[in-house]
């Protein structure tokens, strides 16, 4: 049976660590300094990521999530020198909208789990941060400074990480190749729009989702904005409007 991660190189010291074999097609990065290594998100925890990790560095890891969603901190529990942001510190604290019957049946869903995997065992992550991220907060991991953009829409804490120097943005689950989910309760699509143009207006050299293809069109930031300002223009942008398809991507209102 193939491996459950798949690790590709983005550069010379950037990587991700994916779980293919999840419907979600989950996409973890590492990005190594000089001083320290940074992971954006440690995916679903099916299976131990840190084993993985210590492949890539041998530098004291920080790990951050874009968001506290179980498919972005199912790893955290390896590492426990972690940053969040302050708007979803709750969520690690026992207040997270979903039940865990929710999240297990999502853990499960449409996915080639490995032998031995009990889903009855599975547990979303708890916890207090090391340091509490707030918009415009700088990760220095040596050599490299990792800017954090509050971009919610999403969810409430949703970050996105911007590495100008490189012209890297790792978008979370803001902006992929596939269907943006924006219909759940805690999400806000007027908010999605603004950290859609935000984004879209940095000079951005590649986008590094955390789902689905890894190709990501150079055109595709714009092509999101434009999607969400007609969709404000006709009166669509806000919960129950429904699916809205522009070929490569959907919105899901």
């Not at 971009?151 to 490189?166: A, D, N, V, W």
């Not at 603004?194 to 190709?215: G, T, Y």
């Amino acid at each position: 049976m193939k491996d459950w991660y798949t690790i590709e190189q983005i550069d010379n010291d950037t990587f991700s660590i994916s779980e293919y074999r999840h419907w979600e097609e989950s996409h973890n990065y590492l990005l190594n300094g000089d001083k320290y290594s940074l992971l954006i998100d440690t995916g679903l925890g099916i299976e131990n990521i840190l084993e993985q990790v210590q492949k890539l560095t041998d530098k004291p890891v920080i790990a951050v999530a874009t968001h506290i969603h179980w498919d972005h901190i199912g790893g955290h529990k390896y590492f426990p020198n972690f940053y969040a942001h302050e708007a979803e510190i709750n969520w690690l604290n026992g207040e997270f909208p979903l039940t865990m019957e929710q999240i297990k049946g999502y853990v499960v869903e449409d996915c080639d789990l490995p032998d031995g995997f009990d889903v009855e065992q599975y547990e979303f992550f708890q916890g207090m941060p090391t340091k509490i991220l707030k918009d415009g907060d700088t990760i220095d991991i040596g050599g490299r400074q990792i800017e954090v953009l509050h971009t919610p829409g999403h969810s409430p804490g949703h970050m996105c990480f911007y590495e100008k120097e490189r012209g890297l943005l790792f978008t979370g689950d803001l902006v992929y190749i596939g269907t943006l989910f924006a219909y759940y309760p805690s999400t806000d699509p007027v908010a999605y729009l603004s950290s859609i143009q935000r984004v879209a207006a940095l000079p951005v050299q590649k986008v590094l989702p955390a789902h689905h293809d890894l190709n990501v069109p150079d055109t595709i930031l714009a092509d999101m904005e434009k999607a969400f300002l007609e969709l404000q223009a006709s009166g669509k942008l806000h919960h129950g409007s429904g699916t809205h398809d522009y070929g490569y991507f959907s919105i899901w209102f």
